[in-house]
Nanobody, 124 residues
Framework: QVQLVESGGGLVQAGGSLRLSCAAS????????MGWFRRAPGKERETVAA????????YYADSVKGRFTISRDNVKNTVYLRMNSLKPEDTAVYYC?????????????????WGQGTQVTVSS
């Protein structure tokens, strides 16, 4: 069992940056593959990025590739999402999630534990 708490969301102008953090409870964080997902109003949940329990490999959606970076600190039990060059279409509630699968997964259906989400709003 793991509990996840996201932070770092907010309002930012287009072109700006934010860093989301997801703090995990529990002693087995370093065995979980982690992912960031988002849901924009009226749209389906989208996988943004994922990272294996070792820190590599990582996955990025085409829409964020080159702008977002996922990373993790297994000592601090935290996964991060650095978001640069933000666009209005990045506006969404962002969720982190943990997967107990043996290898890194992209589908949100392979993730068992979810945070409560943090709002990211990018103004034009």
């Amino acid at each position: 069992q793991v509990q996840l708490v996201e932070s770092g969301g907010g309002l930012v102008q287009a072109g700006g940056s934010l860093r989301l953090s997801c703090a995990a409870s529990g002693r087995t964080f370093n065995t979980y593959n982690m992912g960031w997902f988002r849901r924009a109003p009226g749209k389906e949940r989208e996988t943004v990025a994922a990272i294996s329990w070792t820190g590599s490999p990582a996955y990025y959606a085409d829409s964020v590739k080159g702008r977002f970076t996922i990373s993790r600190d297994n000592v601090k039990n935290t996964v991060y999402l650095r978001m640069n060059s933000l666009k209005p279409e990045d506006t969404a509630v962002y969720y982190c999630a943990a997967s107990t699968m043996a290898t890194m997964k992209v589908s949100p259906y392979d993730y068992s534990y979810w945070g409560q989400g943090t709002q990211v709003t990018v103004s034009s």
